[in-house]
């Protein structure tokens, strides 16, 4: 059988550095085909050389067996190709229907017959969003499957799956795999690309390794488990290292830093109540919709609380009420967002410049002005703790990979030197290399003292890091575990009942 696309010695290079180097790849008609890697392996730039985005500084890219040199993402649409971004790509100013159909708009149109059919068209997708909705509405997930939608109604052959999964409850990863495998037996071709090794090795027909920009191995997922998957990621075996086995000591509590009594915010946070402590990481977790990000917000000032009977937060034995981010970081409190791209960074500025914006939003620079100096050593120290890989600190944040632009969000929320760090989703997107990584770093914070909160959707990173767990269902916590009496079946009962 002859591939649907082939790339021939494709290298890519972005400022005279190569992002890939002589890079094989098939993909046949009708199969699922995971692309597996560190963030920085290659991952994006192969797709979204395949999808139009970029082009090859060398080599070559087959389609349906005749060379082709897409210029743009609409050629490559145009021809079968639809890629779902990590990144959602949606306009925000439009509708969930106006964004499906985007691109693909009959002469006329009425926006109530466009409304009916996406309704339509969602459902038996099975997802539950309201097509009449602005995209800027939504959150992270209904988000992602906007996008999912928008790639299947272009009816693609090839459909790019970029971190889909990231996002998404249990039950709607459940809806997810029944559409891929939909797809599948319709004939259409799926390269997914997933830190979520188990999705890959439940999914996938074959499955391709990335290291460094350059071609590791492809073989049947049958001849593939989860160690010899992270062996070949990253040179060495490290199950052990992100997700400890076993029981552990929890952290002794330190003095009460925040107090949360009857929170409420509309209908997303409804009278919840409990405490974070110094020199503790408190994780929390729930499903989608459960409120979580919402408190954190609230805490940090980045969306405000009910202004009548809206609940009391004491930060310190003090009642506070932030209005703005930026009078809560000068009180000690940081927020690290699930949604780097919107929230967490300038995309066009470099990461020297990004990191420094956490210094000044939190006066801590030492001159009344900018200082170039000031900001290069500031950067040169926290991109070397936190092993941020790039070409250098001018390097703009929108090209590095998405584990290295947590790390950039991460240095950014950290020079404000903080009383409370809260993690929202910290290693969303983020490859097993750099979950170690980041893991390393909020232990290492609550072992000096601080406070941290840690929000996961990822019942293996709450076990492994909290010492004390909360869990939040409809927009309340609603039971508190020690670690040493916590079970991952305990927690999902809790969350779901």
Do not use: C
Not at 20 to 45: C, Q, R, W, Y
Not at 435 to 458: F, K, P, Q, R
């Amino acid at each position: 059988m002859e591939p649907i696309i082939e790339l021939r010695g494709v290298t890519k290079e972005f400022h005279g550095v190569p992002a890939l180097s002589d890079v094989n790849f098939t993909l046949m008609p009708g199969e699922i085909h995971a692309l597996l890697g560190e963030n920085g392996a290659g991952k994006s730039t192969l797709t979204k050389i395949i999808a139009g985005v970029h082009s090859p500084t060398h080599g070559e890219v087959r389609f349906r067996g005749e060379a082709l040199a897409f210029s743009r993402p609409a050629d490559a649409l145009h021809n079968g190709i639809a890629m779902v971004f990590q990144e959602t790509s949606l306009v925000p100013s439009l509708t969930v229907a106006q964004n499906i159909y985007l691109g693909n708009e009959g002469f006329l149109n009425r926006l109530r017959g466009i409304y009916i059919s996406a309704q339509q068209f969602l459902q038996s997708l099975n997802f539950n969003v309201d097509p009449t909705m602005f995209v800027s509405q939504l959150g992270a997930a209904q988000k992602q499957m906007v996008e999912i939608a928008r790639a299947v109604h272009h009816k693609a052959r090839v459909i790019i799956f970029d971190e889909p999964t990231a996002t998404l409850t249990p039950e709607e990863k459940h809806h997810f795999f029944g559409l891929v495998a939909r797809l599948k037996a319709d004939g259409v071709s799926i390269i997914f690309i997933t830190h979520a090794l188990e999705e890959a090795l439940a999914i996938s027909d074959r499955i391709t390794i990335l290291r460094d920009g350059q071609h590791v191995v492809t073989d049947q997922a049958s001849a593939f488990d989860r160690d010899r998957i992270i062996g070949h990621m990253v040179g060495r075996t490290l199950t052990e290292e992100i997700y400890q086995k076993g029981a552990r000591a929890p952290r002794p509590y330190g003095a009460k830093v925040l107090s949360v009594q009857n929170l409420s915010m509309g209908r997303m946070v409804r009278n919840t109540s409990f405490s974070v402590y110094a020199g503790q990481i408190t994780g929390v977790f729930g499903l989608i919709g459960s409120g979580r990000t919402e408190t954190a917000k609230i805490i940090a000032g980045v969306i405000k609380r009910d202004f009548l009977h809206g609940g009391e937060v004491r930060l310190g034995g003090r009642s506070v009420r932030y209005r703005t981010p930026r009078p809560a970081v000068k009180d000690g409190i940081v927020y690290v967002t699930e949604d780097r791209k919107l929230e967490g960074f300038f995309e066009t500025k470099s990461i020297a410049e990004n990191i420094y914006t956490g210094l000044l939003g939190a006066d801590l620079n030492r001159m009344p002005i900018v200082s170039y100096k000031e900001m290069m050593d500031l950067s040169q120290d926290w991109t070397k703790r936190l092993n941020v890989r790039a070409i250098d600190g001018n390097a703009k944040v929108i090209e590095l990979s998405g584990g290295n632009q947590q790390k950039v969000v991460i240095a950014k929320s950290l020079v404000q030197r903080p009383k409370l760090v809260i993690f929202d989703e910290p290693t969303r997107g983020v490859d097993v290399g750099a979950i170690a990584e980041l893991h390393a770093v909020i232990n290492e914070l609550a072992d000096s003292g601080l406070a941290v909160v840690v929000i996961s959707s990822y019942l293996p990173e709450i076990m492994n890091l909290a010492d004390r767990v909360l869990v939040a269902r409809q927009g309340r916590v609603v039971e508190e575990f020690g670690i040493d009496e916590a079970t991952e079946e305990k927690i999902m009962y809790a969350a779901v009942h």
